[in-house]
T-cell receptor, first 117, second 111 residues
Framework: NAGVTQTPKFQVLKTGQSMTLQCAQD?????MSWYRQDPGMGLRLIHY?????ITDQGEVPNGYNVSRSTTEDFPLRLLSAAPSQTSVYFC????WGTGGGGGEKLFFGSGTQLSVL | DAKTTQPPSMDCAEGRAANLPCNHS???????VYWYRQIHSQGPQYIIH???NNETNEMASLIITEDRKSSTLILPHATLRDTAVYYC????????????FGKGTKLTVNP
């Protein structure tokens, strides 16, 4: 299994441009999520999904859009990039609804480093 | 989900045990303790989790106090590759999906 794959690894945008960060997982996980991480900060949840066609907002959803048309893919769209969105973005996935605590293990991608000028 | 408190940084000598504390004094009876680590801007990696019994796997041991208000992650023989930020999280399985990562503990393993 490749696990969680994020593309691109690096991206530079100009203010106002739009783009989509790609995330794909091959573990048949129902739950997928996007986090952003700023220097010296922990990870902050942007959006998450518990299955195809179901998405919800996290802590910092403004300026981002998501959709989940398949189990495997969960793209994150920046509608009009702003310098405040300069960050490292991580996608994560896990099984949904597995009891006993063990099913709660999140698997993370390697991240996308985004700079907005 | 209960809030956790961790020291911002710790140092450890290579080959010695690294003991990382986490305070979760408001933990409820059905909340599990999870530990993740993040090595130099890579994606976080799951380490271990537990409810009330001590747990051990190939990566680490987790010691949870009897009152469950705190826990300690133990890396028995720390190596330079264990230098990372370690996150302690408590949550109810199947509960809120807004899994919150705090700032964690930056562990530096010194040669």
């Amino acid at each position: 299994n490749a696990g969680v794959t994020q593309t691109p690894k690096f991206q530079v945008l100009k203010t106002g441009q739009s783009m989509t960060l790609q995330c794909a997982q091959d573990m048949n996980h129902e739950y997928m999520s996007w986090y952003r991480q700023d220097p010296g900060m922990g990870l902050r949840l942007i959006h998450y999904s518990v299955g195809a066609g179901i998405t919800d907002q996290g802590e910092v959803p403004n300026g981002y859009n998501v959709s989940r048309s398949t189990t495997e893919d969960f793209p994150l769209r920046l509608l009009s990039a702003a310098p405040s969105q300069t960050s490292v973005y991580f996608c994560a996935s896990r099984n949904w609804g597995t009891g006993g605590g063990g099913g709660e293990k999140l698997f993370f991608g390697s991240g996308t480093q985004l700079s907005v000028l | 989900d209960a809030k956790t408190t961790q020291p911002p940084s710790m140092d450890c000598a290579e080959g010695r045990a690294a003991n990382l504390p986490c305070n979760h004094s408001t933990i409820s009876g059905n909340e599990y303790v999870y530990w993740y680590r993040q090595i130099h801007s890579q994606g976080p990696q799951y380490i271990i989790h537990g409810l009330k019994n001590n747990e051990t796997n190939e990566m680490a041991s987790l010691i949870i106090t009897e009152d469950r208000k705190s826990s300690t992650l133990i890396l028995p023989h720390a190596t330079l590759r264990d230098t990372a930020v370690y996150y302690c999280i408590v949550r109810v399985p199947g509960g809120s999906e807004k899994l919150v990562f705090g700032k964690g503990t930056k562990l530096t393993v010194n040669p």
